[in-house]
């Protein structure tokens, strides 16, 4: 028998290995009545809940989800397992810089993937408005009830997926009719978006242990990083090899990983 009071619950996720399915777990025990805190780990994929009361509705929850939810150990929290205040006023206006810097990025990646006939450019600048749509929707489900917030994920998982299909049906297109990306193009967009998405990082990471938005924020900014190394990688390979392979490769790469966000967001309820 659990003893009452502020209690420290640790689940084991299985599949919880990207930031959209921390986003699923968010949104799934939003508004759970004595929830004060969530601490996810991506890497050991356990998703750490302070909470009052019994952790069998929490486990529900996540079961709902069909990410292999578990509950590992339950034991009484400690003060400091327990959240701070947030300041919402900064977090929104750090929220806001991310998202001017996303949607900035994403005209620039978007005309030069266009003018360089790069898919791996493409595909990034889809996915800085996917992730500048994220923190938009997070501006606005601020205050909101539980259901907004949901239908708020719904959207974006929506848009996702159209951004997700339109990236794979242009590297389709490409792999049809043909295409020579221009290496220089690639590495140097790529090195002025992964120059926007340090910066992101650099804020976001002041707020790393804060809320779990915030944190997943922080990794949506880390997973960027690692996206703009990719095209990058891509564009080196196309200048030594004279193959346009490695582009498409890292363009198909970047759709389907936010095609198979976008459905895992779609699940939720």
């Known amino acids: 028998m659990v003893a009452p009071g502020p209690m420290k619950s640790v689940f084991a996720v299985p599949r919880m290995d990207c930031p959209s399915e921390e986003r699923m777990i968010r949104m799934a025990l939003d508004g759970v009545v004595g929830i004060s805190d969530l601490r996810f ?4 994929r356990t998703v750490t809940v302070a909470h009052a009361g019994d952790p069998a509705p929490l486990l529900a929850k996540l079961e709902s989800l069909g990410l292999g939810a578990r509950l590992s150990r339950t034991e009484k929290a400690d003060p400091v397992d327990l959240a701070v205040p947030v300041d919402d006023a900064t977090e ?12 900035a990025m994403f005209i620039v990646e978007l005309v030069a993937g266009w003018l360089a006939q790069s898919s791996g ?10 992730d500048a749509t994220v923190y938009g929707l997070s501006l606005w489900a601020v205050g909101k009830a539980a259901a907004a917030k949901v239908r708020a994920a719904h959207v974006s998982g929506m848009f996702q997926g159209v951004l997700a299909v339109g990236v794979l049906a242009d590297v389709f297109r490409r792999v049809v009719a043909g295409s020579a990306p221009e290496a220089p193009a690639m590495v140097g ?9 340090v910066s992101c990082l650099v804020l976001i990471s002041r707020h790393r242990h804060g809320g779990a938005h915030m944190r997943a924020s922080w990794i949506f900014s880390t997973n960027d990083v690692l996206a703009n190394f990719g095209v990058i990688v891509a564009g080196a390979l196309v200048a030594w090899t004279g193959s346009r392979i490695p582009d498409l490769v890292v363009g198909a790469a970047v759709g389907l990983l936010v095609l198979a966000g976008a459905v895992r967001i779609l699940r939720l309820r």
Do not use: C, K
């Not at 967009?189 to 998405?197: D, E, F, G, K």
């Open 121 to 130: 450019l493409i595909a990034d600048s889809l996915d800085m408005l996917a």
């Open 41 to 44: 780990d991506l890497g050991a």
């Open 92 to 103: 929104a206006r750090t929220l806001r810089v991310l998202l001017a810097i996303n949607a």
């Open 189 to 197: 967009i790529s090195l002025i978006a992964l120059a926007a998405n």
